[in-house]
């Protein structure tokens, strides 16, 4: 049934699609959720929305068929009744298998299997002439590898058979402290070397407090143990249980964490952004606050208040990722133009070249894997004046691509065009859109970058967004909208929470 009801959402999504193409119009794919944050301009879209469904899992082959809008806490929730888990899962709940392949998904089990994708036998999709075609490592591998971080700009993906790995019931986190940039990330790299760990990822509070988390899968509770859970209002949010118990500490942290709950560990806080609506709103930022407020303080009511509001205009979301030789260098710049605390470290496996995912061609001498690169998680305000915002953006990336690295394309991209391609290859992905006639389809390029003219004359001209820059009326007009959503429905309908 499920399979019937797939296959006949596929031929009306191939005839839209083929529609388009005939008139030879662009498109976008409305998949009815988003976790980026650029801004969000609709029209001429795709509805595949209703592609949200996991159609089965097989514990023999160990994988599970999935369409591309089912989230990580629904898929994670279908795959554990079989004692099996997706190998990369990423972090927040809302973030879909479709985004995950789509876009550039790396989690802290990357420096192990690597981004998402790579995770993946196939992938159904319907081309940019309504043509539905299979993908894999053996079948059109070069569009199954160039789809991957491109963005949807070679087609719409309807289907994917995802690899899935042993689920235990817990993780051993360890946190390890550091003292010092260096030593944090040397840890980092560290951790990923030791063959018990699933998960390594790191946090960096200040220059002077680090802490690296080395994740273990286990089904073994020593006695006297405290289950420590992370979903619940009044539970700690996770960076700030890691900071207080290694803030005095030298010597390894341990807790243990049911399995899903470590996965989402960061959804409450969305990290730490969602301290930024208490500065925002200049509300008390306590244990009593965060349990009052919790409901608009997960990831999913998060993205749709920080959308609403107009503040994702000034506000710095990037992860950027840089040979490990570099990365000191460049916490050091970004500590001092941006002043931006904590920072997220997370190992990441290189995927093989040509790739849309961030990558380094340089073969480090001082021992370090040179297939990992380093992300790093930079989320916070940036320059109120929307000018110098567009500026310190522009000059982050100068300074990333001066030391190696590579930015995801989730978030602001100001890059020039020329400056793009000569980071990927063109030839390469124009190959793929004359191949598998995509060239009526937005570029990658036009998905990401910024218009900052346009950026410009809409704040000029509409009236909207001129009042929401008054404080609070931005913050209080998100935090309507975030009600009025699907998304306030969904989280308090989610299933996935630790039940002793």
């Known amino acids: 049934m499920g399979l019937e009801r797939h296959k006949s959402s596929v031929a009306r999504i191939a005839s839209s699609v083929r529609g388009f193409y005939e008139r030879k119009e662009p498109f976008r794919i409305f998949h009815g959720s988003t976790n980026s944050t650029r801004p969000i301009r609709r029209s001429r879209e ?40 997706p190998p990369v899962v990423m972090e927040f709940p809302g973030i879909t298998a ?3 392949y789509a876009g550039t998904a790396g989690e802290s089990s990357s420096f192990k299997y690597g981004f998402f994708d790579r995770t993946i036998n196939y ?30 700009s070679l087609g719409v993906t309807t289907l994917m058979e995802l690899q899935l790995v042993e689920a235990k019931k817990f993780v051993k986190a360890t946190y390890h402290p550091q003292k010092t940039v260096k030593d944090s990330i040397e840890s980092v790299h560290a951790q990923t070397l030791e063959p018990d760990n699933h998960y390594v ?79 925002y709103f200049k509300f008390p930022f306590n244990r009593y606050s965060r349990w009052w407020l919790d409901d608009f303080l997960h990831t999913r009511m998060l993205y749709k208040a920080l959308h609403a509001s107009g503040e994702a205009s000034r506000y710095v979301v990037q992860d950027l990722a840089l ?32 790739t849309f995912h961030p990558h380094s061609g340089d073969v480090e001498a001082d021992g370090r894997t040179p297939q990992q690169m380093l992300n790093i998680g930079v989320w916070g305000f940036g320059p109120s ?30 890059y020039k065009e020329d400056e793009f391609w000569n980071m990927y290859d063109r030839q ?10 995509a060239t009526t389809l937005p570029s990658v390029y036009d998905k990401v970058k910024i218009d900052v003219e346009a950026d410009r004359k809409e704040r000029s001209e509409s009236w909207s967004r001129w009042a929401r820059s008054f404080w ?24 996935w929470k630790w039940k002793p």
């Open 46 to 85: 795709v509805d595949i929305s209703d592609l949200r469904n996991v159609l089965s899992v097989d514990t023999k082959t160990r994988t599970a068929l999935v369409e591309p809008n089912v989230p990580m806490d629904r898929l994670v929730e279908a795959t554990l009744k079989y004692g099996l888990v």
């Open 98 to 100: 479709g985004g995950g």
């Open 123 to 152: 992938v159904e999709m319907v081309m940019a002439d309504g043509s539905v075609l299979k993908a894999s490592e053996t079948e059109n591998s070069d569009l199954f590898r160039g789809a991957a971080g491109a963005v949807g």
């Open 201 to 279: 990822d790191g946090m960096l509070f200040n220059q002077e407090h680090g802490v690296v988390v080395a994740g273990e899968m286990t089904d073994e509770l020593p006695s006297a143990t405290s289950i420590q859970t992370f979903s619940n209002a009044w539970d700690p949010w996770y960076y700030l249980h890691v900071k207080d118990k290694t803030r005095t500490k030298a010597s390894p942290v341990t807790d243990y964490i049911p399995l899903a709950e470590y996965l989402f560990r960061y959804d409450r806080g969305g990290f730490w952004v969602g301290k930024s609506a208490f500065d």
């Open 323 to 354: 040979p490990y030789g570099t990365a000191e260098s460049f916490i050091d710049y970004t500590s001092e133009k941006l002043d931006i605390w904590p920072l997220w470290l997370c190992p990441l496996k290189q995927s093989p070249a040509p």
């Open 385 to 414: 004046d929307p000018e110098t915002f567009v500026s310190a953006n522009r000059d982050l990336e100068r300074r990333l691509r001066e030391l190696g690295g590579m930015k995801w394309f989730y978030a602001h991209t100001y």
């Open 428 to 437: 390469w992905y124009d190959g793929l859109r004359q191949k598998y006639s």
């Open 472 to 495: 609070p009326a931005g913050g209080l007009w998100g935090i309507k909208k975030a009600i009025e959503s699907k998304e306030y429905f969904i989280h308090r309908n989610s299933t």
